[in-house]
């Protein structure tokens, strides 16, 4: 008999959250800790979502999206999570861009940016200022008709080096483009400007390990291996959710899926206005990914010098266009050293990443889907040569993930790396409104996504699941105490 | 819970929201955010700290209300006017 993966869960829940990525995660962990009982589902064999990592034959271990994240992490994590997480989270310091138009080193904050602005750029110190100081003050209900590229328009007219510097690492970070609306970049940008960029130290294996523990602690029941398949609604109020073939009831759920697969998939169509059905479906999705991994052998070092992450692109301009192609001119190198893991195995490992279309890898037969593969390892072990010579000689073990593999394990539509565009924001707000009790929880707008977007929206909702079950408590007391006067 | 109270009882919330800050020289009609180091998130913990302590719904169109000690309190006088302070 094939395993249960629900035995001895409950009946009933006030919340069932849906998926374990970082939003679903602390989503749960702030409800739990409230009070309520919570039950997690994740249809995947380990929690994490995106934030996730793999083990090889030969002590290494491979993270997938811990490139780095900005300074805010640390609060949210002493917050929303414990001390020993957010004391974890350190510093990395040496980012380097190496592109036809320049190749420099920074720690990536607004002090050395305005230094290599004004000096190597030569900008005048008040431009720069100025766009600092725009850029910090915008904020999500802002003007969304400015574009990023207007933005970068009217600051730095004509000057496309100073648009790459300033545009490549956040087109990495949440996939977002020049023509996406101007305050999805600048919130991000200014959140990475106020200190630079942060790793947690120990590896996302250890992160997801501690936060287990802590939703454990704080009374969630997580379980993994458990495929959420639909939502139950009945009069535009959520009764349970359907895992694994049983029903779980329920008075409130947090979908931490796909927002478009949520709601075209998992609630159902008959329970959603025509108009909010149009809405969702309309919703773009941000690009999806592709990385190739690589792993040293063991007495094998990469030289500190090499830096922490790299930019690198040989095209000649920054053109959001290139930056998907299949046709591969830009990477950014993650090299991870064994600090990374500091009471591991001490190994160097690096993961080159790069942002694609789900469309160019989807449609191939198995054949030329393996040919592609083989391809994209092959031409990255030959753009690595130019920092790290004869890295192929010193691997112990390469292999590479598509737009496919993302999709395979987090079940997201056309394998999105960092949700949706700006308009899946509003749609994900306002689920609620069109079924009570009905949440959605994980990467939307550009500016919800990466671990720090999505640690804090899932606490943004978990306020909004917090306010309408206490208020429905407060109203049924006022019932009973309505009852015990008469 | 007198005006007093409730301004006591958010200089406890914040103390907690933001431990390094010195709140002793707060000014009651200027913006939290022009004194200290606030974002967004810190408002969203001041609401649900509320919620959790006393039980008070404020709607998410009236967090602007919560720019400043003097608009707060005054937001809140009503609502925890029946309201014994816990702690
Ligand atoms: C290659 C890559 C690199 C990245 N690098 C960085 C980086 O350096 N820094 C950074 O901050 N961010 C990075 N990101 C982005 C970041 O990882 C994500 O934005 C974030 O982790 C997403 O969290 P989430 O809560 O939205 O959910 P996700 O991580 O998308 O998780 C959703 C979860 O829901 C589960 N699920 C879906 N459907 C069901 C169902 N029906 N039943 C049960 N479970 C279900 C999935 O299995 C998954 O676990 C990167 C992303 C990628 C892909």
Known sequence: MPRDFLQGVQSEYDVVVIGSGLAGLTCANTLGRAGYSVLLVEQHYKLGGMATWFKRPGGHIFDISLHGFPVGMIKSCRRYWTREIADSIIQLKNIRFDNPMFSLTTTFDREDFTRLLTERFQLEPSTVHEFFDHVRSMNFYDDQATTTRQLFDRFFPGREDVIRLLMEPITYANGSTLEDPALSYGIVFSNFMSKGVFTFEGGTDRLIGLMQKDLVKNGVDPRIRCNAENIMVHRGQVTGVQVNGRMIRTRAVVSNANLKSTILNLVGQEHLDRGFVNETSAVRLNNSSTQVYMALKEDERIDESTGDLLFSSTAPLFRTDALLSRDVTSRTYSFYYPRTRPTGRPRCLVVSSTNANYSDWAGLSSEDYEASKKDLVETTLVAIEKYLPNLRDRLDHVEAATPLTFKHYTRHVHGSSFGTKFEGLAVSRSLPEQVRGLFHAGSVGIIMSGWLGAINYGVIVANGVDAMLSKVETQSSDVANLVTEV | ?87
Do not use: N, W
Not at chain 2, 3 to 9: D, P, V
Not at chain 2, 41 to 66: A, S, T, W
């Open chain 2, 1 to 87: 819970m007198t005006l007093a109270e409730i301004r006591e009882e958010i200089i406890d919330i914040l103390h907690d929201i933001a431990p390094d800050e010195d709140l002793s020289e707060l000014k009651d009609d200027v913006d939290f955010r022009e004194q200290l180091e606030l974002d967004s998130m810190d408002f969203l913990d001041i609401v649900m700290e509320l919620r959790k302590r006393h039980r008070v719904q404020i709607p998410e169109e009236d967090y602007g209300e919560l720019a400043s000690m003097h608009r707060t309190v005054t937001y809140l006088e009503p609502l925890l006017k029946d309201v014994a302070r816990v702690s």
